[in-house]
């Protein structure tokens, strides 16, 4: 495919997704109000725990600060890609997009991108307002590793959408996946408290879930300006995640839409 097609393509669907949302604008306040609420109920929960609470030796406000920020921008990553092929089932039009010209996985990817780019605007937004909230003195954050961070998060995030919706298509339970992938990695990977103290059988769950290794490299790089020296065991595990997740993503979406073509299941949901 070439470049100027896949940009004429992105600027489409952007424009189209920014016509739909000054059209429902509620929408917007709506979450931005959501955000302000809950920043507010995790300000006052950090000031009743007290500073003597300092997991990793962070203030626990910033702690808390990334950890639901990060969590929520990484479910909702992923719940994109979802949502592309629930609609498309709803609509009825997924048998005409799956048969376009364009490959059915960077399909899903363009249709993904204005949410993509809402949810980084979110997460930067939430942190900002946050740590402007709590007046609390931060070291120059590491720049350059939040975005190796962000950038690999991102990338499984993708990766593991690509997986949800194979299971859309496979046996229309995705959106069951991401409830039950999202209940786990509020519980296990230190949103909001340290994973450290969790029992033993939890804490091994916890390393082998990516977003862990996202949390502690975003606190590492964000809130105590870690060098690379500290933050390469985090962006090495989130490396070789991103490695084997975006093939296994690809290879099971096309799969699975194979087989739903074959079966006549594509719009089933």
Request: proline share 5%; hydrophobic share 55%; net charge positive.
């Amino acid at each position: 495919m070439r470049l100027s097609g896949l940009a004429d393509k992105l600027a489409a669907v952007l424009w189209r997704d920014l016509l739909t949302a000054v059209r429902y604008r509620s929408g917007f306040l709506i979450t931005a109000a959501g955000a302000a609420v809950e920043l507010a109920a995790f300000y006052y929960l950090a000031r009743a725990v007290g500073p003597q609470f300092r997991p990793g030796g962070m203030d626990y406000f910033p702690f808390l600060l990334v950890g639901t920020g990060f969590y929520t921008f990484f479910v909702m990553v992923l719940h994109s890609f979802l949502q592309v092929v629930q609609e498309a089932q709803r609509n009825g039009t997924i048998e005409i997009l799956m048969t376009t010209s364009t490959p059915a996985p960077v399909l899903i990817l363009l249709s993904a991108v204005s949410a993509l780019f809402g949810s980084v605007a979110q997460f930067v937004l939430y942190v900002l307002a946050g740590l402007a909230l709590s007046h609390m003195p931060l070291p120059p954050p590491n720049a350059a590793g939040c975005m190796a961070v962000f950038a690999l998060s991102l990338v499984i995030a993708a990766a593991m959408g690509f997986l949800a919706a194979s299971l859309q298509l496979a046996m229309q339970k995705g959106s069951a996946v991401v409830w039950l992938f999202g209940s786990a990695a509020w519980l296990a990977t230190g949103t909001l408290f340290p994973a450290a103290e969790l029992p033993r059988p939890l804490r091994l769950l916890s390393e082998a879930i990516p977003l862990t290794h996202s949390l502690n490299g975003m606190r590492l790089a964000l809130l105590e300006g870690a060098g690379w020296a500290a933050l390469g065991r985090e962006i090495a595990i989130l490396a070789f995640f991103a490695l084997i997740l975006l093939p296994l993503g690809l290879l099971c979406f096309s799969y699975t839409l194979r087989q739903a073509r074959r079966e006549g299941t594509l719009s089933f949901y």
